[in-house]
């Protein structure tokens, strides 16, 4: 493969910003909530290389035959790889097609078929684009690139009000947020020269677990908290983990939680398990996660409140991403820990999404 630019490069990365700002010094696009990813095709050759340099052709066979059907025969894009299922984006989808078998990587290919959502032009035929201006970067990409049945080039806009829009109406088709990319800048591989914004919230949870870090001995160190919510029932579901603690306090939380530690009646074990709620665990292994992760459950009586991103869509709905520790809630009931305190986004049409409309469902 001999291109203008070859594989490996690093894709250029973004800062958190908490706000939209206002001018026309950005070019905004939808966050796409999958895996990064460059594709480098020089005629019959097609590589997709993951943010790590790492290819990904032999985990999505279906887009490797696509790409190079619907491609320029020489083009190098960035993009993202995601998956959907029910009309919203499935990050737990897409990590299920990580797989080691290949029986099983044909399989989820026609069971839950990936798509690139193309949001760059870094060369075309013989010309290095990445010194180009961010916009005309865009536009030769609008021009080139046309999308496909499982390839589609990302919606754009210059308008921060539109922008502001997307960014509240998509997350209900399971978007992460918005990029803002320099309208007159260069591609800068590995660089922050982007910017993202997404949501941030918070919610008081129910301790109901935890998992020892790793490489230490059991009992002394505490790697993550499992977090719980109750429903309109009264069922507690495991709604996602807390960690990244200083080494201080996770030798002090182990103190702390070992008066809580029991092997007996737990919502999260047992036959009463088996009546649909979430429990932890409860992810497929994949190449990189081979077997289950130990868990040691806890009486549900300590809360914390804790911030997150966005739900993952699913009923009933499960942290999109690790939650980050706020404080704890002494004041709080573990009972009064409920799903309604969620800010759960309104559904939204993906479709929708792919052609850039701001309607709702």
């Not at 806009?157 to 978007?175: D, K, M, N």
């Not at 036959?271 to 806890?298: I, S, Y």
């Amino acid at each position: 493969m001999v291109l203008p630019v070859n594989p490996p490069i690093q894709p250029m990365l973004a800062a958190l910003t908490s706000r939209i700002p206002d001018g026309d010094r950005l070019l905004f696009e939808p966050k796409w909530d999958g895996y990064r990813c460059l594709v480098f095709r020089d005629g019959a050759e097609l590589v997709l290389q993951s943010r790590s340099g790492k290819p990904f052709n032999q985990y999505f066979p279906e887009l490797v035959t696509e790409l190079l059907d619907v491609l320029p025969d020489r083009v190098v894009l960035d993009g993202e790889l995601v998956v959907d299922r029910d009309g919203r984006l499935s990050f737990d989808a897409l990590a299920e097609r990580i797989q080691p078998s290949p029986d099983l990587v044909r399989e989820l290919a026609v069971q839950q078929p990936a798509r690139y959502m193309a949001f760059d032009l870094l060369a075309l035929e013989e010309h290095n684009l990445m010194g180009v201006p961010g916009k005309d970067r865009r536009e030769a990409l609008n021009t080139f690139v046309t999308s496909a049945d499982r390839l589609h080039v990302t919606a754009f806009t210059r308008e921060p009000a539109v922008a502001r829009e997307w960014f509240t109406l998509f997350e209900g088709a399971g978007l992460d947020g918005v990029i803002g990319k320099p309208a007159n800048g260069p591609y800068t591989p590995n660089k922050r020269t982007m910017f993202k914004f997404k949501h941030s919230r918070t919610a008081d949870c129910v301790v109901a677990g935890l998992r020892w870090h790793v490489n230490t001995t059991p009992g002394t160190t505490v790697g993550s908290l499992m977090l719980g919510l109750y429903d309109e029932v009264g069922v507690l579901h495991h709604v996602g983990v807390v960690g990244a603690f200083p080494d201080a306090q996770r030798r002090s939380l182990a103190e702390l939680l070992a008066p809580l530690r029991e092997n007996g009646d737990h919502p999260w074990l047992g036959p009463d398990a088996q009546d649909g709620r979430r429990l932890p665990g409860a992810l497929k292994v994949t190449r990189w996660r081979h077997e289950e992760l130990a868990w040691v459950p806890l009486r549900p009586e300590l809360v914390v409140e804790v911030s997150y991103e966005h739900t993952d869509g699913e009923h009933p709905a499960r942290f999109r991403h690790n939650a980050q520790f706020v404080r704890w809630r002494p004041d709080r009931d573990p009972a009064s820990c409920r799903y309604d305190q969620l800010e759960l986004p309104a559904s939204y049409d993906l479709d929708a999404v792919l052609r850039g409309d701001v309607r709702r469902r």
